[in-house]
């Protein structure tokens, strides 16, 4: 167990929709990483967070969109919903957020889009 | 772009083998580099971490990795693996500055006892 928790653990949902997932960081973690897990794309960086403001952007859609509030739990939106955004989405805490940090992985939300 | 290459993506050996997977990526300035482990029904988790120093970095369960820099690669190592090894490894590098880990597309070992 990473400390770090997710919800939901599957979602399934149709295209066109908007789903949230939701991490909870390790006690003490001030940042948060969302990850996607595809076949074809493999493990892709979204977006990183420290203490509630954005930190770093990788390659999320514009249709995505995230957020850290003040109790450092962390938000990903997904809408308009399409086939190709069902993936496996990590989540990701550590310490300060700086390169040299372990990140500590959670146990994904697995999203279907039928 | 930035890439990581991981060059086998299905390794399959008898137990008490030894076991080396290759990790190259493309970008040429000062780079973090992980190795992560991910069991059956498990989250990923840190296998070893090279920042600077000894490019001789040891991890967790016996593993190891070379960071040869001018051959821009970070290699796992084992001497001898276990069936509790079979999972799938991925090698991710961190660029300086503020970013995500960039990942390869992961290496799934099968341990055959």
């Known amino acids: 167990d990473s400390g770090v928790t997710q919800t939901p653990k599957h979602l399934i949902t149709a295209t066109g929709q908007r789903v949230t997932l939701r991490c909870s960081p390790r006690?003490?973690?001030?940042?948060v990483y969302w990850y996607q897990q595809s076949l074809d794309q493999g493990l892709q960086f979204l977006i990183q967070y420290y203490n509630g403001e954005e930190r770093a952007k990788g390659n999320i859609l514009e249709r995505f969109s995230a957020q850290q509030f003040p109790d450092l739990h962390s938000e990903l939106n997904l809408s308009s919903l399409e086939l190709g955004d069902s993936a496996l989405y990590f989540c990701a805490s550590s310490v300060s957020g700086m390169r040299t940090d372990t990140q500590y992985f959670g146990p994904g939300t697995r999203l279907t889009v039928l | 772009a930035q890439s990581v290459s991981q060059h086998n993506h299905h390794v399959i050996l008898s137990e008490a083998a030894s076991l080396e997977l290759g990790c190259n990526y493309s970008y040429g300035g000062t780079v973090n580099l992980f190795w992560y482990v991910q069991y059956p029904g498990q989250h990923l988790q840190l296998l070893l971490k090279y920042f600077s120093g000894d490019p001789l970095v040891k991890g967790i369960k016996g593993f190891e990795a070379e960071f040869i820099k001018s051959k821009f690669s970070f290699n796992l190592r084992k001497p001898s693996v276990q069936w509790s090894d079979t999972a799938e490894y991925f090698c991710a590098v961190m660029r300086g500055g503020a970013d995500g880990l960039t990942f390869g597309k992961g290496t799934h070992l099968i341990i055959q006892p």
């Open positions: 006690s003490g973690d001030l940042s």
